[in-house]
């Protein structure tokens, strides 16, 4: 169990952040569209543009807000935006109309983008390089650890099914964002980034770095699969029980939780990076076959195949996130972390934006052949990113010294 812990130091103090504000999240992502719905008054159709509008704006503003964090120090940069997300899942709790939620939602979406984005850059100053991608590997396995703790509780609310519940998960969520700020108050200061040299916002002109982002996003077409493809996947094209897919996520979850440690340790540089990366398009392919037989057969050979390709996706997930973590820390320049962060991090916003539509254009409208093209898609990006990334290697300043992070609060 303690091997499951991340160092004592800044490194556990972290993960305690994750925790705390995950906890929240886990509740808020399963009551979120009903709450919406039941409460606020919301159509679907409604509630559905309104987040990915607001999802594009933190997208773009999430590179601005990763430079500030550099400029004017990460650590206070990320407690505001922690601060700023709360003030936002508080201000759901208020809302009665689409403008007013819509504003609400552009404002968590993009305290949300910024906050991943300096917590990047925090990361970086108080985590040596050669210890960060294993950091990471343990904060992703407490951010799956309080997801899932949240999710019963959002359950418990959802049992309850009264407007009273789904308010008390709302303040709940709110609060976890201030226990979060409170939480990274406790964290050694880290001095900000000199200035640079050069045009603003430089990561967009940065054309390797921004050929490795296209080609991670791609990667990220895993994302919606658990939550989206493979449930309808299950309810439109198998007769296998429809708890399956609380079973699979609690599968998934579990998995990352236990294994993703394990699974950093292998990545250690770009090779090693661009290796676990190859491997994980390998097994999402195979994933993607197993899931495409699950139509065919008994029920119980469907279910077996379901559960084989959700072990296999989330083996691939666990390599593939080992291996972008290494690539996209390892290619931003010194002094840029939370700007270049914030960029790569818009792959997460698109995949889950544009991601449902390709996956139930290509699961639902083609079955079988859509699953084995969504399998090709992902090999062929894992295995371009190799020479891409080396590519980006090449064009790499000569690195300058790591920040040092102060000794006092």
């Known amino acids: 169990m ?12 972290l993960a305690l952040a994750q925790l705390s504000n995950s906890l929240g999240d886990g509740a808020y992502y399963v009551t979120s569209a009903l709450y919406f719905t039941h409460v606020v008054g ?11 509008v607001a999802w594009a704006v933190g997208s ?3 590179v601005p807000l990763g430079r500030i964090a550099d400029r004017r120090g990460p650590r206070g940069t990320a407690v ?125 002109r940065d054309r390797p ?5 296209l080609l991670n996003t791609v990667l990220l077409l895993r994302m919606p699969l658990l939550s989206l493809g493979l449930p309808l996947w299950i309810n439109e094209r198998t007769d296998a029980p429809e ?21 950093a340790r292998s990545v250690s540089g770009l090779s090693t990076a661009a290796r676990a990366i190859r491997r994980s398009g390998a097994l999402m392919l195979l994933a993607c076959g197993v899931f495409a037989a699950s139509a065919t057969g008994p029920v119980w050979a469907e279910a077996a195949a379901l559960v084989g390709g959700s072990v296999l996706l989330v083996a691939a997930e666990m390599l593939q996130s080992a291996g972008s973590w290494q690539l996209g820390f390892d290619l ?21 934006t544009l991601g449902p539509l390709l996956l139930t254009a290509l699961l639902l409208g083609m079955g079988v052949p859509g699953w084995l093209l969504l399998g090709g898609l992902v090999l062929a990006a894992s295995y371009a990113l190799g020479p891409v990334a080396r590519w980006a290697a090449r064009t790499r300043r000569e690195p300058a010294p790591e920040r040092v992070a102060a000794s006092t609060v």
């Open 332 to 352: 931003a320049p010194p002094g840029r972390i939370g700007e270049y962060q914030g960029f790569f991090g818009t792959g997460v916003t698109v995949a889950r």
């Open 60 to 62: 773009v503003v999430g």
């Open 42 to 52: 919301l159509p679907p159709a409604r509630i559905g543009l309104g987040l990915t």
């Open 209 to 213: 770095y921004a050929a490795v982002a």
């Open 80 to 204: 505001l935006l922690a601060l700023a997300t709360a003030a936002a899942v508080a201000s759901f709790l208020v809302v009665r109309g689409f403008l007013p939620f819509l504003v609400a939602a552009c404002l968590y979406a993009t305290a949300q983008s910024g906050l991943a984005a300096a917590r990047q850059a925090l990361l970086a100053g108080l985590v040596t390089k050669e210890e960060r991608t294993g950091a990471l590997a343990h904060l992703q396995s407490t951010l799956n650890a309080g997801l899932a703790v949240g999710a019963a509780l959002g359950g418990v609310a959802l049992s309850a099914g009264t407007r009273a519940a789904y308010l008390a998960v709302f303040a709940v969520d709110a609060l976890s964002f201030v226990l979060c700020a409170l939480v990274l108050l406790r964290l050694p200061r880290v001095a900000p980034a000199p200035a640079v040299r050069g045009a603003r916002l430089e990561v967009l």
């Open 2 to 13: 303690s091997q499951l812990l991340p160092p004592a130091g800044p490194q556990r103090t």
């Open 243 to 263: 708890w399956l897919v609380s079973a699979l996520f609690i599968l998934n979850t579990g998995a990352v939780m236990l294994f993703q440690v394990r699974t």
